[in-house]
């Protein structure tokens, strides 16, 4: 009859394609329908199998003739099939998923507080609890909220289960970690972007952290086992997960101006075949002048806070490969909006090789000062640093051994 494939309303922004094309060998679409085509679609559409997402995991239900224990426990369907006689099975692969996240993290007797009470928490709540923990659920308007988030200081283990921080809404977190001083362990089932500002501040107070790609390639992979009754080996679940997350990622180039940025960003993005995106060039754009010139006619504070505005845009995108201006790490803030999506990569090279022409501030404090006013502020930006004294082809070909590690 068809195929497999994502149902939803809204799914411009899915990975489940990309991720099933790497799990098996079977076609799968997205399907986008809404409330009112749900039930034509869910009996008459040319689909062997589904995935389910927002807004429909509870709309599903009565549809199907029959559910798995654990869909039928949650009231939750995220996997359709459609046997041979016609009829609906519905299945949850949600808490399959949020338990391959899980594994790292030992709960059992420790108080594990869920954020958010919707379809997520339940299936989230179901499988700590299976797995020992003492769950308590913050909700805007439950007994335990926000307000007196205070009283769950013993907390070990923290769940979001809400939208908060999620593309394009990004930059903010449903709490402040540092009420919780006892955490082990910060879980967000959110997944766009790669760091959410929650996993961004676990990563900063030394907590240990996970983020929701690996719930989404386990529920995916654990569905492709029922749409095609063949089980994906645990090194091709890691592998999935790997190359999603390193198409996900940014490639984030930053370093002194006149390093090579923009001449090995372009080069890099035609070698991966990824969009590219210089902020200088962006920032010109934006003011109808150069960057170097809007410098000298402003000064650096007005110049700083328009490239912050900048680099909060081209921080939320997803697989771009990002040529930066050589004082964004003059502002901290910065690194939170490229490093939430990125892998950022130091570009070194000989000072005396770097010009100053055209670049106000490189003449006017000169190069060696100014390369040792940021050099430490490179090196906490960056997760890699990568020099470019070589030819072009060398420094690309550093930087994607680097990637397929």
Same mark, same amino acid.
């Given at each position: 009859m068809g195929g497999y494939g994502l149902l939803g309303r809204t799914l411009g922004h899915s990975y489940s394609p990309a991720?099933?094309?790497? !799990?098996?060998?079977?076609p799968y679409a997205l399907y986008e329908k809404e409330p009112e085509e749900l039930e034509e679609f869910l009996l008459q559409g040319p689909w062997d199998g589904l995935n389910v997402t927002i807004p429909y995991k509870k709309a599903v239900v %009565?549809?199907?003739?029959?559910?798995? %224990? !654990?869909?039928k426990a949650l009231g939750s369907v995220n996997t359709l099939l459609r046997r041979p006689d016609g009829s609906l099975y519905g299945d949850n692969t949600d808490a399959w998923g949020f338990g391959q996240m899980l594994k790292p993290f030992p709960c059992a007797g420790k108080k594990a507080l869920v954020l958010g009470s919707g379809g997520a928490s339940v299936t989230v709540q179901q499988v700590l609890r299976q797995a020992g923990a003492e769950v308590t659920v913050i909700s805007r308007r439950g007994p335990d909220n926000y307000d007196n988030l205070a009283r769950h200081r013993d907390a070990r283990i923290l769940v979001n289960t809400t939208p908060v921080g999620m593309y394009p809404?990004?930059?903010?977190? %449903?709490v402040d970690l540092r009420e919780l001083p006892g955490l082990e362990a910060v879980l967000d089932v959110v997944y766009n972007p790669v760091r959410t500002k929650l996993i961004l501040e676990a990563e900063a107070l030394g907590i240990p952290h996970a983020s929701g790609l690996t719930m989404l390639v386990g529920q995916a992979a654990r569905s492709?086992? !029922?749409f095609t009754g063949q089980p994906v080996a645990p090194e091709r679940l890691t592998d999935t997960e790997r190359r999603i997350a390193r198409s996900m990622e940014n490639i984030i180039l930053i370093g002194m101006p006149g390093s090579g940025k923009t001449t090995l960003g372009t080069r890099l993005a035609r070698k991966l075949g990824r969009p590219f995106a210089d902020s200088d060039a962006l920032l010109a754009e934006r003011c109808g002048m150069g960057a170097g010139d809007y410098l000298s006619r402003y000064g650096e504070v007005a110049f700083r806070s328009?490239?912050?505005q900048v680099l909060e845009e081209l921080g939320k995108a997803s697989g771009l490969v990002i040529a930066t201006g050589g004082g964004c790490v003059t502002r901290p803030e910065n690194y939170a909006l490229l490093h939430q999506n990125g892998t950022l990569f130091f570009l070194t090279r000989s000072l005396e090789k770097l010009p100053t022409k055209g670049r106000p501030l490189s003449g006017a404090q000169g190069v060696q000062a100014l390369y040792e006013a940021r050099r430490a502020s490179y090196l906490a930006f960056s997760d890699h640093v990568i020099s470019n004294d070589g030819s072009l082809d060398e420094t690309v070909k550093q930087i994607l051994e680097v990637l397929s590690q």
């Open positions: 991720i099933h094309a790497l !799990l098996g060998d079977y %009565p549809y199907c003739q029959a559910l798995s %224990p !654990l869909a809404k990004v930059g903010v977190s %449903p492709s086992e !029922l328009l490239e912050t």
